[in-house]
């Protein structure tokens, strides 16, 4: 494994576990088993390494994605917006054939992303990948069309914020699930169950 990769897989433990912010490049160096002058020479700053680490994902998931929106207006005269966020379900599974808990990884590391108020971030992500956001609001607009564009941008912003809540604790929910109601659920499992939710609140009436 060369030096570039350590670092990024490292860091991806180190931040899906415990935060941007909550991690330090000593940490980083430490667990990459590299000294600090290797990750300024490959990545030049901690927020490099950020952006780094979610392109590794993103140049997997916004093809997969924005394919699997467009697939899904195209087959469906009479969308339902839970036909819409059904389509995020197999790009984001992909992610594990990336790495082994790649899905996960992604989602925690996407909601830290807000949590830690990694600004930068969420503009290199529309910055660089905006056929994710685009076909998600054509998409939202063909299932509801009698939503207004003010109404659109308040609801998608309550539903990342309820998306970015929920995935950024996974592995706590899996364990609640396991212990206090004796089901076993992976992943999937967490992703299925937010989107009956966040199809409701995105299709509820509006006043």
Avoid: C
């Avoid at 994605?65 to 087959?75: F, I, K, T, Y």
């Avoid at 941008?153 to 592995?171: D, E, I, Q, Y």
């Avoid at 929910?173 to 937010?194: H, K, Q, S, W």
């Amino acid at each position: 494994m060369d030096t570039k990769t350590k670092i990024l897989n490292a860091a991806e433990n180190l931040f899906a576990d415990k935060g941007f912010t909550g991690t330090s490049l000593r940490e980083i160096t430490s667990a990459a088993e590299v000294n600090l002058a290797a990750v300024n020479y490959h990545f030049g700053s901690k927020k490099e390494l950020i952006k780094a680490l979610m392109k590794r994902y993103l140049d997997v998931l916004s093809p997969e994605l924005e394919g699997s929106l467009l697939a899904v207006m195209e087959e469906n005269d009479d969308l339902s917006l839970e036909q819409v966020f059904e389509a995020f379900v197999e790009p984001l599974l992909t992610l594990n054939t990336l790495k082994e808990q790649g899905t996960s990884n992604f989602l925690q590391l996407l909601g830290h992303s807000y949590t830690d108020s990694q600004g930068f971030l969420r503009w290199f992500i529309t910055t660089n990948y905006p056929g994710i956001i685009d076909n998600f609001v054509i998409a939202v607009h063909k299932a509801y069309p009698e939503l207004s564009s003010e109404d659109m941008f308040w609801r998608l912003h309550f539903t990342m914020g309820t998306a970015v809540f929920a995935m950024s604790s996974t592995s706590a929910l899996i364990d609640i699930a396991e212990n206090d109601f004796n089901t076993e659920v992976d992943i999937e499992g967490v992703i299925r169950r937010l989107i009956p939710y966040v199809a409701s609140g995105v299709g509820a009436k509006t006043h």
